[in-house]
């Protein structure tokens, strides 16, 4: 077993193919790294280096592989009660699963993490799982739990764009309409 500069520095570099798109090479290189550390000697890095690793083979296309190593990883984060990278490991999680078409999972995976985004107030984070779910509720055929999605979303949000500017104007006019004012 390698020491754990070791592991940072393979860790680096992977992360550094990551931002440059080279997905192939990041995915070796998260797996050198993860070889180098014990889990249970250092959980927290462990279960971060496989989240990491499943959102390069994800954005590679292997999408079975991605769950595969961000399963658990929340897990992990519970026990050392850090929910952010545990919202952050469910949203992982629910990607791979919408690729993989288990979209009634996804959304439960994402809803926890919006839930854990709210708890720990990262609401640019809370907006953008709210945003996944919404747009997997379109693709499950629920438009308007869509559009509440999309409005809570909106609301979690403190500067919003034109676009979104004016999906929140037209959510205060289905509020309205449905009388939920």
Do not use: C
């Not at 570099?13 to 798109?21: D, I, M, R, V, Y």
């Not at 996944?132 to 979690?156: P, Y």
Request: glycine fraction near 4%.
């Amino acid at each position: 077993m390698v020491t754990s500069p070791e592991f940072e520095k393979l860790n680096r570099a992977a992360q550094t193919a990551f931002e440059h798109k080279n997905y192939p090479e990041a995915v070796r290189l998260y797996h050198q790294a993860l070889e180098t550390i014990n889990p249970a000697e250092m959980p927290a890095a462990h279960a971060e280096a496989r989240n990491n690793l499943s959102v390069a083979l994800l954005k590679g296309g292997n999408a079975q592989a991605a769950l595969d190593q961000a399963s658990g990883t929340e897990h992990v984060f519970a026990e050392i009660r850090d929910p952010q990278r545990q919202a952050i490991a469910l949203g992982n999680i629910a990607a791979a699963m919408v690729e993989l078409q288990r979209l009634d999972e996804a959304l439960q995976k994402y809803q926890l993490s919006a839930d854990l985004f709210k708890q720990t107030g990262n609401d640019e984070m809370r907006s953008y799982v709210l945003r996944e779910i919404s747009v997997l509720q379109m693709k499950r055929g629920k438009q308007v739990d869509s559009l509440f999605a999309m409005d809570a979303a909106l609301a979690s949000k403190k500067k919003l764009n034109w676009r979104e500017s004016i999906i929140k104007s037209l959510m205060r006019i289905v509020h309205r309409m449905m009388g939920t004012n």
